[in-house]
């Protein structure tokens, strides 16, 4: 979380001269975490699950499966892009507690001009979404894994 609260830093340097410029306070604070399109806690969170669930399930079927040539850190760049791609729209896809809290905290803390609120709320559903999808599909992956992919697919 210190390495998300160190870059969200960096970003709030990197636009400087754009916080005095932007009126909308929405706008500041997705620069620094995630937001729905749709306020509804039960399907955001839900959605977060699913994101995460996919991440880590596909994630480590891939590593498992394929080896370091997908499972390397270019799969695993390319599965979190599809994943953004595919469901990232509802909730601008956290699928990691570090990389929505880091950020608010810092959003909280940090002097941007006319920020507005953090969005406290919210702050909840992509810490948890995370920590249950990702619990749920290593737990698939584990059981499935264990007990059939890697029986289907190893010789």
């Known amino acids: 979380m210190i390495g998300a609260m160190i870059g969200a830093t960096l970003v709030f340097l990197h636009y400087r001269p754009h916080w005095s410029e932007t009126e909308d306070q929405g ?11 749709i306020r509804s806690p039960l399907w955001n969170l839900v959605s977060e699950i699913i994101g995460t669930f996919v991440l880590v399930f596909v994630g480590w079927s ?24 595919c469901l990232g729209g509802t909730t601008g896809y956290a699928i990691n507690p570090a990389r929505d809290l880091g950020p608010r905290i810092m959003h909280a803390i940090l002097p941007v001009p006319g920020k507005g609120g953090s969005d406290w709320e919210y702050a909840w559903i992509p810490v948890v979404g995370p920590l249950i999808g990702g ?3 290593w737990g698939f992956f584990y059981f499935l894994g264990t007990n059939f992919i890697l029986k289907v697919v190893t010789p």
């Open 27 to 37: 706008l500041k604070l997705a620069v620094f975490c995630t937001g729905p399109a």
């Open 62 to 85: 891939l590593a498992t499966q394929v080896g370091a040539a997908i499972g390397g850190a270019l799969g695993w760049g390319l599965l979190v892009l599809v994943i953004g791609l």
């Open 135 to 137: 619990a749920l599909g």
